[in-house]
């Protein structure tokens, strides 16, 4: 293996659990992953998902507001604020015990980062990124009456609430992140996807949306010129016809490849697929750029060639 990659790791669901209590469990096993790639010498930038912890911050609020009048709605961009900084905060405190436990001294902090999406992203006119937990069909057609929210099925797993998801298309803090990372810190940065914000003259408007983490940690590896994307999920590898009996399981994609599998829609949407997007988006980007797709478990061994598919 290479060592002294600099190297922007995207945490899924799987790294955080659903509730708190979870999370702050998840969170040590997380720690243990990415400590793992940072004592065999590489520079790691984390960035996470917030759907389950995002969805629960704007129900909390909503009911907030119900019982007390005077209490306005909380915006969503506000939500996601809070879910970067109280994921943050635990997974920043998981990090450096975790590093002191194995004798490395390194500070670790988490930016609360905003992400620049445009007004006229086509996203805004179809909501379709799924958050907060899983409803029944009952729950889904009162939460759609009672709130006004668009719900759809989720990977037939449930009902959930659909936002929009727009592109990234700037990233507010990246010189103040790149200023970090170049020192030597170990960053958490556009948790969730970023706070979504709109720029207009010079003030920057929260908007009703989540951006989806996968499309803005591609962003953030190039704006950083990173050597490696590593998306972490709850498979080992992709496969092509997922959970058919004549599933096939991929070591590795090259650009082309992967692009050909997703036009013949090879992967899930809202799932599989804008992983794939954004390994692609990365790895095409610039020669000797490579994407990893793995599990969390396996960082390390995808790392060193032993699993987990790549894209290159």
Known sequence: MDRGKKIVVALGGNALGNTLPEQMQAVKITARSIADLIEAGNQVVITHGNGPQVGMINNAMAALSREDPNQPNTPLSVCVAMSQAYIGYDLQNAMREELKNRGLDIPVTTMITQVRVLQDDPAFENPNKPIGHF????????????YGYVMAQDAGRGYRRMVASPKP?????????????????????????????????????????????????????????????????????????????????????????????MEAGEFAPGSMLPKVQAAVDFAASKPGRRALITLLEKAKDGLDGKTGTVIA
Do not use: W
Request: hydrophobic share 45%; with cysteine.
């Open 169 to 261: 298309y700037e990233i507010v803090e990246i010189e103040a992140i790149r200023t970090l990372v170049n020192a030597g810190d170990i960053v958490i940065a556009c948790g969730g996807g970023g706070i979504p914000v709109a720029l207009m003259g010079n003030h920057l408007k929260g908007q009703s949306a989540v951006i989806d983490k996968d499309f803005v940690s591609a962003k953030l590896a190039k704006d950083l010129d990173a050597d490696e994307l590593i998306i972490l999920t709850a498979v080992e590898k992709v496969a092509l016809r997922f959970g058919q009996p004549d599933e096939k399981v991929l070591d590795r994609m090259s650009v082309e490849e992967a692009r050909q599998y």
């Open 135 to 146: 409803m029944t069909q009952e729950q889904a057609e009162h939460a759609a009456k009672e």
